[in-house]
C-alpha cells in the first residue's frame, strides 16, 4: 500500500465514519419496520391455523378426482413463484431464495421440463429476466401499497387457471421466512395440486357432512381462498424476513465500520507521530549544523 | 351455547360462546343454533348476526368467505370483515364507481375478468348499504 499522508487517512475515517452514520440509520429503519412486520405476520396466524384445519376436515370427505385443481397429473410443466424484496443491502437475504430456485429450475429443465416462473418482487424480476428464464408475469413495488388480498387473487387466479387449463402440471412458492427475529429460511411449498393430510379421527363425521349447495362450488370457493390465503402470508412472511435480515446485516456493517474506524485511527496516530518525529530530528540536525 | 369464531387474514373478529348465528349464505340467511347439522357452505357479503343470551346482539359486516360447522364449533373464514361503524364509505364509494366504470365497457376482457369485476361489485354495494350509504343494494333475506 501507498503511504499515506496524516490528511488522506484523515479523510478516508471520515468517510467510514459517514457509511456508518447510514447503516446504523438504516438499522433504526429496518427495526421499526420489522416490528411493524411481525404484528401484521401475527395476525395472519389465527386464518392461517383455521384454514389448515378446514383443509383437512376437507380431504375427509373429498377425493382429488372431485376438483381440477385437486388432480394430479405428471409433472412436465412446472410453475415458481419466487418472492423476493424489492431492495437490497439484506445480507444473503434475496439470493438465498434466488438460488434456491435457479438450482431448482436448473435440475427440472435437465430431467427435460419445462419450467416458467412469476416473480414476485424487483431482484426476483432482475435475476430472472438476466438469465433469460420464461417469466410468466413480473411483479414489482407491492410491499409497500399492495401487499393484500386484492393483489394475491390476481396472482392466484393466474396460477389457478394456468392449473385447470393444464398449462401447469405442477407449482411451487419459494420464499423466506422468520424462525426467530435473527433467523430466517427459505421455503418451498407446493401449491398445486393442493397437498392434504387425512386426519384418522375424524373419519366418521364422512357420512353426516352437508356441502350446501354443492361439493364442487364449496371447493372451487375454498379452494381458491385456500390458494390466495398461501400466497399472502407469503409475501408478509418474506416482508417480515426482510426487515429482519436487513437489520442484522446492518448491525454487521455498523460493527466492521467501528473496527475499521478503530485501526485507521491507530494508523493515523502512528502517522502523525512519524511526522513529529521526523520534524524533531530535521529541527535539531539544522540546530546542530549551526553550531 | 356454542363457540364460534370469526376470522379474517389479518384479524381474528370475534371468538366466543354465543346462542344463534344467522349468516348471509348463497342460498339465503342461515340461522345456526347448538347441535345445527354438520355444514360447510359459502358465505357471501352481508352481514352476520351473532346473539347471546341477555346481550344486545352483534353485527359484523362480511364479504365471501366459508362457513363450517362442525361438531363443537363454528369456523367463518371471510376476506374481510368489519363492524358496520368501521366500513371505509369514501373508499368503498370510489371502488363501485371504478368497477361500475369497468362493467360498462367489458369489450376485451375475458369471462373470468368480467366475474371478477361483478364480485367487487357485489361486494362494495352490500358494504356500502351496511354502512348505510347505498339503500339500493339487493341483501339476500330469508
New interface residues.
Given amino acids: 500500500m501507498a503511504k499515506l499522508s496524516t490528511r488522506d487517512i484523515k479523510r478516508k475515517i471520515q468517510g467510514i465514519k459517514n457509511t456508518q452514520r447510514i447503516t446504523k440509520a438504516m438499522k433504526a429503519v429496518s427495526a421499526a419496520k420489522l416490528r411493524k412486520a411481525q404484528i ?1 405476520l401475527n ?2 396466524r ?2 392461517s391455523d ?2 389448515y ?2 383443509i383437512s ?2 380431504a375427509i370427505y373429498v377425493e382429488r378426482e372431485d376438483h381440477p385443481l385437486l388432480r394430479v397429473r405428471e409433472e412436465n410443466n412446472v410453475d415458481y413463484v419466487v418472492v423476493t424484496a424489492d431492495r437490497g443491502l439484506a445480507g444473503a437475504f434475496n439470493s438465498n431464495v434466488l438460488k434456491r430456485a435457479f438450482n431448482d429450475i436448473k435440475e427440472l429443465e435437465e430431467q427435460g421440463k419445462k419450467v416458467r416462473v412469476i416473480a414476485i418482487g424487483r431482484k426476483a424480476v432482475q435475476f430472472f429476466k438476466a438469465r433469460n428464464v420464461d417469466i410468466i408475469e413480473a411483479y414489482e413495488d407491492i410491499y409497500r401499497e399492495h401487499m393484500n ?1 386484492t393483489f394475491t ?1 390476481q396472482v392466484g ?1 393466474i396460477i389457478t ?1 394456468r392449473y385447470i387449463d393444464e398449462k401447469t402440471d405442477a407449482v411451487y412458492l419459494i420464499n423466506n421466512e422468520l424462525i426467530t427475529t435473527a433467523t430466517y429460511e427459505t421455503k418451498v411449498r407446493k401449491l398445486f395440486p393442493i397437498e392434504t393430510e387425512i386426519d384418522l379421527k375424524k373419519i366418521d ?1 364422512i357420512a ?6 354443492t361439493k364442487e ?2 371447493l372451487e ?2 379452494l381458491k ?1 385456500y390458494i ?2 398461501q400466497l ?2 407469503a409475501l408478509v412472511e418474506s416482508n417480515t424476513a426482510e426487515h429482519a435480515a436487513r437489520m442484522l446485516a446492518m448491525d454487521n456493517a455498523t460493527r466492521n465500520a467501528g473496527e475499521a474506524i478503530k485501526k485507521w485511527t491507530i494508523i493515523f496516530n502512528k502517522a502523525r507521530q512519524e511526522a513529529i518525529t521526523t520534524e524533531l530530528i530535521d529541527i535539531i540536525n539544522a540546530a546542530e549544523a549551526l553550531k | 351455547m356454542y363457540k364460534l ?1 370469526i ?6 373478529i370475534y371468538s366466543g360462546e354465543v346462542y344463534q348465528t344467522v349468516v348471509p ?3 339465503g340467511e342461515c340461522g345456526i343454533l347448538e347441535n345445527h ?6 358465505v357471501v357479503p352481508g352481514k352476520i348476526r351473532i346473539e347471546k343470551e341477555g346481550e344486545e346482539p352483534v353485527e359484523i359486516a362480511v364479504t ?3 362457513i ?1 360447522v ?2 363443537d364449533k363454528v ?1 367463518i ?1 371471510v ?2 370483515a368489519y363492524l358496520p361503524s368501521e366500513i371505509d364509505v369514501k373508499k368503498e364509494a370510489a371502488l363501485l364507481a371504478e368497477v361500475k366504470e369497468k362493467l360498462a365497457n367489458t369489450e376485451g376482457l375475458s369471462l ?1 375478468e368480467i366475474e ?1 369485476l361483478h364480485r367487487l361489485k357485489e361486494r362494495a354495494e352490500v358494504l356500502l348499504k351496511l354502512a348505510g350509504e347505498n339503500p339500493e343494494a339487493v341483501i339476500p333475506t330469508p
Avoid: H
Fill in positions: 401484521l395476525a395472519t389465527p386464518y383455521k384454514m384445519e378446514l376436515d376437507l388480498l387473487s387466479g387457471s363425521t353426516r357432512y352437508n356441502i350446501e349447495p362450488v364449496v370457493n375454498l381462498q390466495n390465503f399472502y402470508r | 369464531e376470522v379474517t387474514p389479518t384479524k381474528v349464505t348463497a342460498d347439522m354438520l355444514l360447510l357452505t359459502n365471501y368467505g366459508v363450517d362442525t361438531g369456523i373464514l376476506e374481510e373470468k371478477e
